[in-house]
């Protein structure tokens, strides 16, 4: 709100007091997401807010979603705010819950990623939520995930790992072949991301982690080049968390409009 305000709405100044009462609709079929912050956004200015869609279920072309009444400046004034993030956070869930009906097993989980808008991470994940899907990590403090760039800094993907073990029941590692996915499996990581694997390549992984007696100790994790197109094939691989970063860090904002 400060960022959108600055020093005053001297707009919606210009008006005099009155009190009047807006819609939010909707202008395509979505997943709505982000009606407890945009309802707060009003109800900070004071203003009443009726809600008629809650997060997290469908609405079609033309339906209410709420219903603002109040100050007309007040409402005026939270206008863009409340409708930058209900589009935004219903185009994250929309696109979530797509992506989770093509997977089409509860074995399989969809995770975000932190690949998100800055400043608006919090708000992206609960969309993802909202829609179907799994937060993952918000902050870098909550899990330990060595990447290829840790590994390349340190030289030895075992060394990390022997650290990270020393320090922290639970740890993730990405990993670029099968080789390592069985040392990050033998060495005992909690995930084991498999980035950029094809499915063929995810499956002879997981059989070797099974020859091994290793894939029951591991969750697999299957990331990079995942979209709608293929993310049943890599679904039917028997990984157990699929991320895309793309519902996220690519978001179609949901059409929707404030009507006074």
Not at 19 to 42: L, Q, Y
Not at 181 to 200: C, H, W
Not at 229 to 244: E, F, R
């Amino acid at each position: 709100m400060a960022e959108d305000i600055g020093k005053g709405d001297i707009t919606s100044n210009l008006l005099s007091k009155k009190t009047i009462s807006a819609r939010i609709i909707s202008r395509e079929k979505a997943i709505v997401a982000g009606i407890k912050f945009a309802t707060e956004i009003f109800t900070s200015k004071g203003c009443q807010v009726k809600i008629f869609k809650k997060d997290g279920q469908e609405v079609k072309p033309n339906q209410k979603i709420m219903i603002i009444s109040g100050d007309a400046r007040k409402i005026l004034t939270c206008e863009r705010t409340a409708l930058n993030l209900l589009t935004r956070m219903s185009g994250i869930a929309t696109q979530t819950n797509f992506l989770v009906k093509k997977i089409g097993t509860k074995k399989t989980k969809l995770y975000a990623t932190r690949k998100t808008a800055p400043g608006l991470r919090y708000f992206d994940k609960e969309a993802v939520k909202i829609g179907g899907g799994e937060k993952h990590r918000l902050k870098l403090d909550e899990m330990v995930m060595i990447k290829d760039n840790h590994i390349a800094v340190s030289d030895s993907l075992l060394n990390l790992i022997k650290n990270a073990k020393k320090r922290y029941k639970k740890f993730e590692v990405e990993v670029e072949n099968k080789n390592d996915a069985i040392l990050a499996a033998k060495e005992g990581a909690t995930i084991v991301m498999l980035d950029n694997f094809s499915p063929r390549q995810i499956k002879n992984t997981i059989h070797a982690l099974k020859e091994k007696k290793l894939r029951n100790r591991v969750k697999l994790e299957a990331s990079g080049g995942i979209n709608s197109k293929n993310i049943s094939q890599y679904a039917k691989t028997g990984v157990d968390i699929i991320s895309v970063g793309s519902i996220t860090n690519s978001v179609k904002g949901i059409d929707l409009s404030l009507e006074i």
